[in-house]
């Protein structure tokens, strides 16, 4: 039963990385309507910024603002040079687009620091015994990071002027056009909003596992699946979505190994589509 409750942790934990990196998928999809694939690499280049500002410091709260930062000017400027430009054209180019981004990321990473595996120092704590389980201090911050990085998401989202238009334009972009709204102010601001969400993404999964130019690519499949899952566009679902994906990987480790136990979350999302195409929070007049 320990092992089980122990397994439940880290599938939560997991979860919450890939609920942030299918959040980022989702926002960019809700707006800009094509899957942005380049997010996994962002959040590659966020752990390393966070691992450059926290080695330079000496400070894990400069490291995190180091990989915020990184991760928010890095799509603004991907937005402004690259997609700004293919907005009016066929969503394929952009993904088309995202990807070579993203492999000149990887590229551009593992030139810069090779394929050496890197880790944040952090202290060593002792764990948490509670009920016989050993929780660690750390992933009580990490998770605690995570979900307060969720919760000004979605603050944003639904209580701000600028998060109220990225609705809209989601909605109904034809309607939101005439209605006023500056289109390129709200897509500097999403993609901010992205590029933020996939640094805190990049940062936490660095920290819980080792920084490599990979990582982020490696995460990129499981955040596109719990976005797929919840609903494409629909952010509480691809939060939701990437919790249940984490939980049932780390489940099923013991059955299937660590190997393949990516392929079981695959098996829970195909069922799920099988039953509901549009996802769990999927709604049939498109993505809120």
Not at 3 to 31: E, N, Y
Not at 37 to 58: K, P, Q
Not at 155 to 172: F, P
Not at 186 to 201: E, F, I, K, N, T
């Amino acid at each position: 039963m320990t092992s089980f409750f122990d397994l439940l942790l880290s599938g939560l934990m997991s979860g919450l990385v890939i609920g942030l990196g299918a959040l980022a998928v989702t926002l960019v999809f809700g707006v800009a309507r094509f899957p942005n694939a380049a997010t996994g690499d962002v959040m590659s280049l966020s752990a390393y910024a966070a691992l450059a500002a926290a080695g330079a410091t000496g400070s894990m709260i400069l490291g995190g603002a180091g990989a915020l930062l990184a991760g928010l000017l890095l799509n603004v400027a991907l937005y402004l040079l690259i997609f700004r430009k293919l907005a009016h054209r066929s969503p394929v180019m952009s993904l088309l687009a995202s990807i070579g981004v993203g492999f000149m990321i990887r590229a551009g990473l593992g030139l810069l620091y090779g394929q050496q595996p890197q880790v944040f120092r952090v202290p060593l704590t002792r764990p948490i015994v509670f009920l016989d389980l050993r929780i660690q201090p750390t992933d009580l911050k990490l998770a605690g990071v995570t979900l307060v990085t969720l919760i000004a998401v979605f603050l944003i989202l639904e209580k701000t002027a600028i998060g109220r238009r990225m609705r809209a334009v989601s909605a109904d972009p034809a309607l939101a056009r005439v209605s006023g709204i500056d289109p390129v102010r709200v897509m500097l601001a999403l993609w901010a909003l992205a590029g933020a969400v996939s640094a805190m993404a990049g940062l936490i999964l660095g920290m819980k596992t080792v920084v490599t130019p990979d990582m982020g690519w490696n995460m990129l499949l499981p955040a596109f699946a719990a976005a797929v899952l919840g609903g494409i566009g629909h952010p509480l679902g691809a939060v939701v979505a990437g919790v249940l994906l984490g939980v049932v990987q780390e489940l099923a480790t013991p059955f299937v190994g660590f190997t393949y136990k990516i392929a079981v979350a695959f098996v829970v999302l195909m069922l799920v589509l099988l039953v509901r195409p549009r996802g769990l929070f999927g709604r049939q007049d498109g993505a809120r």
